[in-house]
């Protein structure tokens, strides 16, 4: 069997082969069309965005009864699919993911952008006259080196909607900064821990420092999935908490046991309610001018120490157990928040 031969092709070659019947979209080992509205809307607005999308696979083969040559879409007919589907104007690209153009079907879209649409390449992979047999062969190997989806990628390709945009655009605007502050690796980023940290964190602005396992998550990801009222509220807040704690740490962060998630957590989650206020908080708000920030910083600092020291004293023993193990425990989480509060932030009141 011969390497697939790497080529590109664009929509408007899609639509012609289909026209013309030389595409098929379902052969009998590929899966049916099972996209749901979001799902296709999300590509559409990838396309509009000139943004890359994986590989198609295709198996080029000839018709002797036609006479003329046929493309099997063996990966990537969802895709496919949902592409003609929008041309044809079945659905509208969705506002939650793209402001520009959203409400817009195919034909309501701006001629130079019709144009663009059209002129979209996708990298495809023709496998030449190769049999069913080795379709199957081909994918069971590939499948072979698929790394295991963690949480938060089942949750990318579950959700589309209004929750998970805010969730993923927050993440990639501080890219830098969980960079810049070790909070992050680009290794930890390339599986979306920047996302799944994100969803953590917005989840505590909206309902409290809680619990924040898979099931938890997937909960606010369906109930904010078609509309996310206060999306704009955490845009800003977010945006302020993040903020305020480049203020306080400056260059230190990425030195300090706080850039660690558990207590990053706490941090964000501290200087939040501190702030803005989380649900139900009645503790006093703090508008964190320079001076303040310069006290906090001092504080926790201090603390910094006492978390990294081996045998802290006694008064400091449950914080910081607290700091090691069952760290994402919500009563762990309350018990550092409570101690952030008692020994940092009631110093600056």
């Given at each position: 069997?011969e390497q697939?031969?790497?080529?590109?092709?664009?929509?408007s070659d899609?639509?012609?082969?289909?026209?013309?019947?030389?595409?098929v979209l379902?052969?009998?080992?590929?899966?049916?069309?099972?996209?749901?509205?979001?799902?296709?809307?999300?590509?559409?607005?990838?396309?509009?965005?000139?943004?890359?999308?994986?590989?198609?696979?295709?198996?080029?083969?000839?018709?002797?009864?036609?006479?003329?040559?046929?493309?099997?879409?063996?990966?990537?007919?969802?895709?496919?699919?949902?592409?003609?589907?929008?041309?044809?104007?079945?659905?509208?690209?969705?506002?939650?993911?793209?402001?520009?153009?959203?409400?817009?079907?195919?034909?309501?879209?701006?001629?130079?952008?019709?144009?663009?649409?059209?002129?979209?390449?996708?990298?495809?992979?023709?496998?030449?006259?190769?049999?069913?047999?080795?379709?199957?062969?081909?994918?069971?190997?590939?499948?072979?080196?698929?790394?295991?989806?963690?949480?938060?990628?089942?949750?990318?390709?579950?959700?589309?909607?209004?929750?998970?945009?805010?969730?993923?655009?927050?993440?990639?605007?501080?890219?830098?900064?969980?960079?810049?502050?070790?909070?992050?690796?680009?290794?930890?980023?390339?599986?979306?821990?920047?996302?799944?940290?994100?969803?953590?964190?917005?989840?505590?602005?909206?309902?409290?420092?809680?619990?924040?396992?898979?099931?938890?998550?997937?909960?606010?990801?369906?109930?904010?999935?078609?509309?996310?009222?206060?999306?704009?509220?955490?845009?800003?807040?977010?945006?302020?908490?993040?903020?305020?704690?480049?203020?306080?740490?400056?260059?230190?962060?990425?030195?300090?046991?706080?850039?660690?998630?558990?207590?990053?957590?706490?941090?964000?989650?501290?200087?939040?309610?501190?702030?803005?206020?989380?649900?139900?908080?009645?503790?006093?708000?703090?508008?964190?001018?320079?001076?303040?920030?310069?006290?906090?910083?001092?504080?926790?600092?201090?603390?910094?120490?006492?978390?990294?020291?081996?045998?802290?004293?006694?008064?400091?023993?449950?914080?910081?157990?607290?700091?090691?193990?069952?760290?994402?425990?919500?009563?762990?989480?309350?018990?550092?928040?409570?101690?952030?509060?008692?020994?940092?932030?009631?110093?600056?009141?």
């Amino acid at each position: 069997m011969e390497q697939p031969v790497a080529t590109s092709y664009t929509i408007s070659d899609f639509l012609e082969w289909d026209a013309s019947r030389q595409l098929v979209l379902t052969p009998k080992f590929q899966r049916r069309d099972v996209w749901i509205p979001k799902a296709k809307s999300y590509l559409i607005d990838t396309i509009l965005r000139s943004m890359p999308i994986p590989p198609l696979f295709i198996r080029l083969m000839i018709d002797p009864v036609q006479k003329r040559a046929v493309r099997e879409v063996v990966d990537g007919q969802q895709r496919l699919r949902a592409v003609l589907n929008y041309i044809h104007g079945e659905f509208p690209v969705l506002k939650v993911h793209n402001i520009d153009f959203g409400g817009m079907y195919y034909n309501d879209l701006p001629e130079e952008v019709q144009r663009s649409f059209l002129g979209y390449k996708f990298m495809v992979n023709v496998l030449q006259d190769v049999s069913d047999a080795e379709v199957l062969s081909i994918f069971a190997r590939m499948n072979t080196y698929a790394v295991k989806l963690v949480a938060q990628e089942l949750r990318n390709a579950q959700f589309f909607g209004a929750f998970k945009q805010t969730v993923y655009n927050l993440a990639r605007q501080h890219y830098a900064f969980w960079r810049n502050n070790r909070v992050l690796t680009d290794s930890n980023i390339s599986r979306m821990a920047d996302a799944e940290l994100v969803s953590e964190l917005v989840v505590s602005m909206l309902a409290g420092i809680r619990q924040t396992k898979t099931k938890d998550l997937k909960k606010f990801y369906e109930d904010y999935d078609d509309d996310f009222p206060q999306a704009s509220k955490i845009n800003r807040e977010f945006e302020g908490t993040i903020e305020i704690i480049g203020n306080i740490f400056g260059d230190t962060l990425s030195k300090s046991p706080f850039r660690r998630i558990p207590l990053f957590y706490t941090v964000f989650c501290a200087i939040y309610d501190a702030r803005f206020g989380l649900p139900a908080s009645t503790r006093p708000r703090l508008s964190f001018d320079a001076q303040q920030c310069e006290l906090v910083a001092t504080e926790l600092q201090r603390l910094g120490a006492i978390i990294e020291s081996k045998e802290p004293e006694r008064e400091y023993a449950e914080f910081v157990n607290a700091t090691r193990f069952s760290t994402a425990d919500p009563s762990k989480r309350r018990l550092r928040h409570e101690f952030i509060w008692e020994q940092v932030l009631m110093k600056v009141v």
